[in-house]
């Protein structure tokens, strides 16, 4: 190696390294050589699609629009003799182009050297792919994805372009060895594009700084949430506390974008990173709740140490816990019994009553059905008999026995206990002498044994009275 060609060598890769970032430009540290990935800025709303006969299901109909593709990578080495006499030695892979189009662009750098023949020309390779890729391609929109398989790069190779062809996939077409399509299927394709789509658009965001419309504080993209379908941007402490107070009571349906009237949801993810694991798992619990709650087909089981979500099925009332392994009816949530009506409890007898005396024909058919005709009967007749007798008697002061005067004095006997007591205070009486409760001047009820009555010993009301 000349004294000269050295000095060029080191001046272009030390001046490659200043003009640009560390993604874009890496020098190999053990020889004179180097990586170059080029970033290709594509015009708005550049789609993409694969229409690949082969492809499997999930690929056959995909079509998006991007703003990123993967770059295309230069992997070079300086030959001794650059660059008086030889050009560097490289190969060109790209994920999206395939190996004819990158065939195609290897051409062009051997062009390029020709052109500037003992002139460094790495500079110029850069730009011609970073500028003038898609114009010399002619990649438009909507750009097909084609996919040939995955070739090992080959790193020290001629580099004339009469002595660097091979076979293709495609035998009617010849491409440079130094092209490869470093992608082994359509779905990888795919999933890589979006992927690096996704990533570098949030580098972007992060890059950029945003005005929150909740605390009115401008700040950087990586200290605030994007919402993707909406756009709307809001700093990350505002949304926490935000999200945070709607978790704690239990709405977790939602956690949306704090705009008005905006429907955009969070993500779990973005949920996740805001507000930290603890909250985290109310969140993805609640939710997981909720969703088997809107479920039909879906109880849980009724021990309250268990709990666990029991698929139904169509038509049929039982239940079996995979968990506990208890069967019960899906109606009462009591132990399985099968044909038989579901038995209820006082407080349920209760509730039944009022929801069937509220409810429509076509409710009451289902309550029946569900229930039985004869329990709901008895629930109706017990609360028509329980209003009866709370207008109409009084319950024993010692054994709560209902008690109804239908005439004489307001000295009273118990049918049950045989007990005295007065009508008016309900107060029990002396069964030596009851009246004395009526007799002794310093009794509420003194001179009352006869109050309510009329001279035949009917019952009467005070109003009548004043009538």
């Not at 020098?27 to 082969?54: H, W, Y």
């Not at 230069?74 to 190996?99: A, Q």
């Not at 002619?138 to 580099?159: A, D, F, M, N, W």
């Amino acid at each position: 190696m000349s004294s000269e060609d050295s000095e060029s060598q080191k001046d272009e890769l030390l001046a490659l390294a200043s003009i640009f970032p560390e993604d874009e430009f890496k020098r190999e540290e053990t020889a004179q050589g180097g990586e170059m990935r080029v970033c290709l800025e594509l015009p708005s709303n550049f789609k993409i699609f694969l229409n690949d006969e082969a492809a499997d299901i999930l690929t056959k109909s995909f079509e998006d629009t991007v703003c990123y593709l993967p770059p295309i990578v230069l992997n070079f080495e300086l030959p001794p003799d650059y660059p008086s006499t030889s050009p560097p030695i490289f190969t060109l892979s790209c994920k999206w182009l395939s190996p004819k189009q990158l065939s195609q662009l290897c051409q062009r750098l051997d062009e390029l050297w020709e052109e500037n023949v003992g002139s460094v020309v790495l500079f110029a390779w850069m730009q011609f792919l970073k500028e003038e890729t898609l114009d010399f391609l002619k990649v438009e929109s909507p750009y097909k994805l084609q996919v040939y398989g995955y070739r090992t790069p080959i790193r020290k190779l001629s580099s004339h372009k009469t002595d660097a062809c091979s076979a293709s996939a495609n035998p009617k077409e010849e491409t440079d060895i130094r092209a490869i399509q470093d992608v082994e299927s359509s779905s990888a394709l795919i999933k890589f594009i979006l992927d690096y789509n996704e990533a570098q658009q949030k580098k972007c965001f992060n890059s950029k700084s945003y005005m929150c419309n909740i605390c009115f504080s401008e700040k950087l993209g990586s200290e605030c949430t994007h919402f993707k379908d909406c756009h709307h941007v809001y700093c990350n402490c505002c949304l926490k506390d935000y999200f945070a107070i709607q978790i704690k009571d239990g709405q977790v349906h939602a956690l949306n974008c704090p705009e008005p009237e905006c429907s955009s949801v969070a993500t779990p993810a973005q949920v996740k990173d805001l507000v930290g694991e603890e909250l985290f798992s109310r969140y993805d619990r609640l939710l997981l709740q909720s969703t088997l709650d809107l479920m039909a087909d879906m109880v849980y089981c009724p021990r309250p140490s268990c709990e666990t979500p029991v698929m139904q099925e169509p038509g049929c009332t039982m239940g079996i816990c995979t968990s506990c392994q208890y069967a019960f009816c899906t109606l009462c949530k009591m132990t399985y019994h099968g044909v038989s009506p579901c038995k209820m409890t006082s407080e349920k007898l209760i509730t039944l009553r009022d929801e069937y005396l509220d409810t429509d024909d076509i409710g009451k058919h289902f309550l029946e059905k569900r229930y039985g005709k004869r329990v709901i009967q008895k629930a109706v007749e017990e609360m028509e008999s329980q209003e009866w007798l709370e207008k109409n008697s009084k319950n024993c002061p010692r054994c709560a026995t209902h008690i109804q005067k239908v005439d004489g004095c307001n000295k009273m006997t118990c049918s049950g206990c045989m007990q005295y007591f007065c009508w008016l205070c309900m107060n029990p009486l002396s069964r030596g002498n009851p009246y004395t409760h009526f007799n002794n001047p310093s009794s509420p009820c003194f001179n009352q044994l006869f109050h309510g009555t009329n001279a035949d010993g009917e019952l009467w009301d005070s109003e009548d009275e004043e009538d």
